[in-house]
């Protein structure tokens, strides 16, 4: 059973027990991604590129950050591996999509001096209670400290919707990176999760009151909990089926896993 939890498998569960059984508990090999994967991949790696240039005081120029994004498409796309899944949409769709969100992104903060990056891709490690039997992991796109002194955890989304503002108030990736910071950071003050949705170049934020940390504390645990404690693993059918990298094993559909 799985002893370090991330927002990905706590979600994972949430949406289909049968899926996470697959992933988390009998760990079966994966040999394909999806396309949306695959972008959100190449475009993270070029903000971080982008910003790791930016703290050495260089800012490449927007052609430089887009030619790079679509050599390192082009280089690593494995048709055997990487899934398209909708038939409306083909590779130059969602290649296209990628270089218009970072063109997005480099056009709203260029030339990258309204704040101080603190960490980059920044892997994460704490736990939930003072025992430690409650442990997260996960990633952080990007610290930063703003103008105003705030500190700000990032995350870039590469997809088109846009979540409404409750959704977000209440989003348990970020509120558990945020606990995480304040843990091992000792940090007190004001911590503001910032999300930018590149495609539709918006972006939102959160603030936490201190209720609703200790809220997200008590659900995640007990969530964790449900996860530990759980014996049918059920599939639960919905639109994500299709995306979904252990379709043929699940018994949903035709599968005997």
Known sequence: MQKTFS???LGCFERCPKQYHFRYVLKLPVETETIEAFVGKRVHEVLERLYRFVGRGMVPSLNKV??????????RFDPERTRIVRDD????FYRDNGARGLENYYRRFYP??????????????FTLDDAEQYTVRGVIDRIVRSR???LEIHDFKTGRRIP???ELDNDRQLGLYELGLRKLWREEGVVRLVWHYLLPDKMRSSLRTPEQREALRNDTTLHIDRIRNESDWTPRKSQL???????AHCPLFGGDG
């Open 241 to 247: 089926c299709r995306w979904c990298e252990y379709r």
């Open 66 to 75: 887009l030619q790079r994004y679509r050599q390192s498409f082009d280089d």
């Open 164 to 166: 409404r503002q409750k």
């Open 112 to 125: 990258f001096d309204a704040d101080e990056t603190l960490g980059l891709e920044k892997p994460i490690h």
């Open 89 to 92: 949409a083909g590779l130059d």
């Open 148 to 150: 105003d002194g705030v």
């Open 7 to 9: 927002p990905s498998s």
